[in-house]
Every structure is written in C-alpha cells, then in structure tokens.
C-alpha cells in the first residue's frame, strides 16, 4: 500500500510540481518538502523554480508572494484559512493615510502584508534583508515602516533612519517575555541564545543573537556552540533538528506556536495536488503588477 508521501512523490512528478515549505509547518510537512526555508529563501525559491505547479505550505502572505514572483504558474495554498494576523493589521486605507501624511517618506513594508499592501510601498523586506536594504534607503528623507513594530524597531536601532513605524506585531512573538529567557539561561547555561527580531526590544537585548529562522539556520550550522535556545515558533526546532541532528536545541517556551502555520498536514498537500483541495492563489492583476514592484525591488536590493 502507497504512503501518503509516496502518493505525493508520484503525483509531483506527473504535474511537474514542488512543495515548498516554511520553517513553522509541521515536521511531517517539513520532511516531503522540495524545500524549506525562511520567508526569504521561500521568495526566491518561488522565483527561480521551473515548476508548474507550486503547493506553499506556508500561511496566505507567503502563497501571495509566490504568486506575484511566478504569476505564470499555479501556485496553491494547501490551508486556505492560515492567514498571518500581522498581515492584517494594517488597511489600504490606513496606508494611504499615513503615506498623505508623510508624503516624501519611502514605504519599507514587512513580507509579512497582504498584497494590498505590499502594492502601496515602495520596497519589501523580509527579517533577513530587513538591514540590507534599509542601508539603500539611507538618503532618504525617511522611512514608514509597516506592519511590524518590533521589526521596525530593531532596524532603527540599527541604522540612523527616521523611521516612523506601524502598531502592528505577531501574536507568538509577543508572546516572549525577558523572564522567559532569563529561566532559560538558568536551565542552559552552556546554550546560546537566538531570537526573531518580530520579538519585544526588552527580549532581543537578552539574546546573543538576533536572526531571521533562516538566519539561525545558518548560523547553528557554521557555529561552534552545540546547544542553543530557540526564540521563536516551535517549528524552527524540527528544521534544526533535521539539518544539524548532533546539537541540542532548547524551545524558549511551549508558548511560541503559529495556529496558522500548524494547519498543514501531509492530506492536505496530497488534496491540493489531486485538485482536490487547498486554495489556488489569484489576485487582481493590477495589484499583482504593483506588488511586483517592491518584491523586486528587495531581491535585487538583497544580491
Ligand atoms: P522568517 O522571515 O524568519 O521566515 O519569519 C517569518 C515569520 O512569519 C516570522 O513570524
Ligand atoms: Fe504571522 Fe507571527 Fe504566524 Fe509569522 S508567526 S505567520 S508573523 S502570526
């Protein structure tokens, strides 16, 4: 009898299709993906491949951008009700206001925004270029930054921009308080540290690091510590489980969990590649152009 993977595995290669999967979907769905990564390898990933089909198993934003990067293929989000509820805190609207306020200032938007959004800014960024193209916005006058306060608040702590920022921020992240970290280290004191710059300023100052989950990837990978404590959603644990299975991995707290992002499961890819299920991504084509606009601008700012 065919496994569930096994049946993903087939079906995949007779539709030229890919998975591709963030860092916070479920292990199981972590472990049939073609990839998995961060919101910025996840990018360009979508922009790159020479897939028809591509099922994201992610939360909406990231199906979008995918979307918008490769509107030529089908792009299908497995779990049609995994919004991202940063993503939703801001309106057009409340854009459109605040650009009429500072009518000079360059819009900087998080990936983590609706299309809507992404259409009315200038450039995007994810938490792993966030600095990067920050710095090619040095001359100007300054910066409105939206949705994330936290993230907004560690690249102006970074760089001398004058930044305005939205209110809005992740629900999980805003979760981690100083304490958190504080008992960890006592639990751990041989662990390093790394948390999500989505985190309150109070707890990114506790940290050792602050990195995007690819970012942590990459930096348990080349470092020389073997234990760490992760500062960010449960999922993270699983991809660094998989890359790197001789370190020790501590969670901060059983708190950090996405609802959105654990919607997936191995039936649902399996129904989105079998046209059965699963949401396939379509956008009004002006707003597909717009947003095109400021996702590419941030990849070729990210080279
Ligand atoms: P990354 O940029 O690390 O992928 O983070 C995305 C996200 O949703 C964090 O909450
Ligand atoms: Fe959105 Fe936070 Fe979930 Fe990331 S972890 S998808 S920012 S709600």
């Not at 491949?49 to 509107?71: N, Y």
């Not at 991202?84 to 409340?94: F, S």
């Amino acid at each position: 009898m065919e496994t569930i993977a096994e049946k993903i595995d087939k079906i995949k290669k007779e539709k030229n299709a890919v998975v591709l999967a963030h860092t916070y979907q479920p292990g199981e769905v972590q472990d049939i993906a073609d990839y998995v990564g961060d919101s910025y390898g996840l990018s360009v990933k979508a922009s790159e491949s020479d897939a028809d089909v591509i099922v994201f198993c992610g939360v909406r934003f990231m199906a979008e951008t995918a979307h918008i990067l490769s509107p030529e293929k089908r792009v299908i989000l497995p779990t049609p009700g995994a919004g991202c509820p940063m993503a939703d805190m801001i309106t057009p609207d409340e854009l459109i206001a605040m650009k009429k306020e500072y009518p000079d200032y360059q819009v900087m938007c998080y990936v983590n925004s609706t299309s809507e959004i992404k259409a009315l800014s200038d450039v995007c960024c994810t938490s792993s270029n966030a600095m990067k193209i920050a710095r090619h916005l040095s001359d100007s006058k300054g910066v409105l930054f939206v949705p994330d306060r936290h993230l907004g608040s560690y690249i102006q702590q970074k760089t001398d921009l004058n930044m305005v920022l939205w209110d809005g921020f992740c629900p999980t992240h805003v979760r981690i308080q100083p304490q958190d970290i504080e008992q960890a280290r006592v639990r751990h004191p041989e662990a390093l540290v790394l948390i999500h710059p989505e985190a309150p300023r109070s707890c990114r100052d506790l940290a050792d690091e602050v990195l995007s989950t690819g970012g942590m990837c990459e930096f348990v990978k080349n470092s020389s510590a073997q234990q760490f404590i992760i500062a960010t959603e449960l999922g993270l644990i699983h991809t660094l489980q998989r890359q790197n299975p001789e370190k020790k991995y501590y969670p901060l707290s059983d708190k950090l969990l996405c609802p959105n992002m654990k919607q997936g499961s191995l039936e649902q890819v399996l129904a989105s590649l079998e046209g059965r299920g699963g949401d396939v991504i379509s956008l009004d084509p002006q707003i597909v152009h717009k947003a095109r606009h400021s996702l590419v601008r941030m990849l070729e700012l990210s080279k």
